[in-house]
């Protein structure tokens, strides 16, 4: 599912990334490459989307949100 989809509070891991080679690299710099565990800290819907990675916070366009599929299966918890 796409990282707009999911709750505020939400630990997920980063499945894959669509779009262009460009901004796969910029996320993955960032990161948010697949395979990364991060939380949903705020959602967008007016403004970003901040998540964080391990002790860092990012924000992120919704439209590079969408871009972003997340799983919450095969992690512990699955809520912070």
């Not at 999911?6 to 901004?23: D, E, P, Q, Y």
């Not at 796969?24 to 970003?48: H, N």
């Amino acid at each position: 599912m796409p990282l707009p989809m999911v709750s505020t509070g939400k630990k997920i891991r980063i499945v894959s990334l669509a779009g262009g080679r460009g901004m796969q690299q910029r996320l993955t710099s960032m990161g948010l490459g697949p395979g990364s565990e991060i939380s949903v800290i705020r959602r967008g819907a007016p403004g970003p989307f901040i998540v964080a990675v391990k002790e860092t916070r990012l924000a992120i366009g919704a439209g590079m949100a969408q871009r972003i599929m997340v799983s919450e299966n095969g992690l512990r918890g699955g809520v912070l």
